[in-house]
């Protein structure tokens, strides 16, 4: 079992910066992937940024050039700097971390979740 607690989010301006971390617990060395998640009111929750464990990282479009997904895994750690934010950012972002058992069988450990509000 994988255990994962969410930081950082909250109120801000459209423009400024926040950074989101997630602290992971538990089973951490089985984790192939970490990344974060976000859902807004009314839609379907989607992928925002993932790191592997080799550093290679993957972002949503929506994202890039904005926002930079990193990972300690001395600290079992992953941040998600998030600047020039904008008011379509706004959602509830959830910190991820999926274990690989095979190319197509996996789990997914899920945080609660933290509020990010954007402020135009």
């Known amino acids: 079992q994988v255990q994962l607690v969410e930081s950082g989010g909250g109120l801000v301006q459209a423009g400024g910066s926040l950074r989101l971390s997630c602290a992971a617990s538990?089973?951490?060395?089985?984790?192939?992937?970490m990344a974060w998640y976000r859902q807004a009111p009314g839609k379907q929750r989607e992928l925002v940024a993932s790191?592997?464990?080799?550093?290679?990282?993957n972002y949503a479009d929506s994202v890039k050039g904005r926002f930079t997904i990193s990972r300690d895994n001395a600290k079992n750690t992953v941040l998600l700097q998030m600047n020039s934010l904008k008011p379509e950012d706004t959602a509830v972002y959830y910190c991820?971390?999926?274990?690989?058992?095979?190319?197509?069988?996996?789990?997914?450990?899920w945080g609660q979740g933290t509020q990010v509000t954007v402020s135009s």
């Open positions: 991820n971390a999926r274990r690989y058992f095979g190319t197509y069988s996996y789990q997914d450990y």
């Open positions: 538990g089973s951490t060395f089985s984790i192939d992937v």
């Open positions: 790191i592997v464990n080799n550093g290679r990282t």
